[in-house]
């Protein structure tokens, strides 16, 4: 199993859910972040408006796939979120050892 | 050391910090997280009210343990989220390589 | 590559955010957390004020860094979190297998 981190533009969340939702990826996590990359002191725009990039509003997304998956998933995300311009975000790929479904204590890939 | 994350019913979150407490689990991160599973489209419960499951309010709490007390975290959890209906949560599994207490910088297990 | 997951005292995000960057460390992920570690049931200050240590307000910083300066990082992060006092936060490291600049599609350390 294979944690996938996506820190992506706020207002790229609903085509990325989307795109993920086609891809098969069932189970998704959000949190609203800030942050920045390599232009720090720069600009970046958000909603149409130019900022120093300092901390900006982020979308922090989360999902646990099969290794299977994985790739499809990266290649989902990538789809929905690139514009071609900075701050597009950053994907972050992670080994994840188990997973438990609450609900009926299912275990590993049957879990996700 | 392990990284148990657990993404659980807001209105859970009581009941599991002190069973986590009880278990002898001294550290918990908390984030105010959304997210589906596996029933998009259909419904769930949150607060006595029907929603579309699109993006829900859930919690995510994190804590990294020794490789001893893992499975014992993980039943606290389950223990105190289960309620055998959809959307009771999940909780995922990582390693962890290293461990600091800044006060102090402690390192490893020693570090939790 | 590795993830550095720091939680600090709200207080202390500029001075790590600085030490941070002047450790050539270029992207960091901030979130709004809450937490508490051993005190549970004692008192930590916050703000100058005595709480309850029940959850307490945190930041949670997130860096994913080259394995070379995954110590510089820790060093930069506890250099500018420290105070001595309990409650000065904790640093987690992970292994992370792979990250992708989503703009150009770059993977691995090129990507950070
Ligand atoms: N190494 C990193 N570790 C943790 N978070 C990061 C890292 N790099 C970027 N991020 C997060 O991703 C967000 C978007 O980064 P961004 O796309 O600007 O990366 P970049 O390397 O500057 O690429 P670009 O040149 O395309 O802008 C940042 O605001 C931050 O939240
Ligand atoms: N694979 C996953 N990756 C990341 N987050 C997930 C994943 N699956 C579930 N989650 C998170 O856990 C929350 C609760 O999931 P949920 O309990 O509905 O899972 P489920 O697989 O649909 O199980 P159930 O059939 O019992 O509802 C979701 O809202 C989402 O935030
Ligand atoms: N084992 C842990 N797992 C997850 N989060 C933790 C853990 N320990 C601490 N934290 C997070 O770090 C924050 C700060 O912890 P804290 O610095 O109080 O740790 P501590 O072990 O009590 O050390 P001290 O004795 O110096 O206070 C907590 O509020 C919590 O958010
Ligand atoms: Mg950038
Ligand atoms: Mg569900
Ligand atoms: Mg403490």
Known sequence: MQKIEAIIQPGKL????????????????????????????????????????????????ETVVSDELAEKAVNAIIGAAQTGSIGDGKIFITRVDDAIRIRNEDRGEAAL
């Open 14 to 61: 609903d085509a990325v859910k989307e795109a993920l939702i086609e891809a098969g990826i069932e189970g998704i996590t959000i949190l609203e972040a800030r942050g920045h990359g390599r232009q720090k002191g720069h600009t970046e725009f958000y909603r149409g408006r130019e900022y120093a990039v300092d901390l900006l509003p982020k979308i922090k997304l």
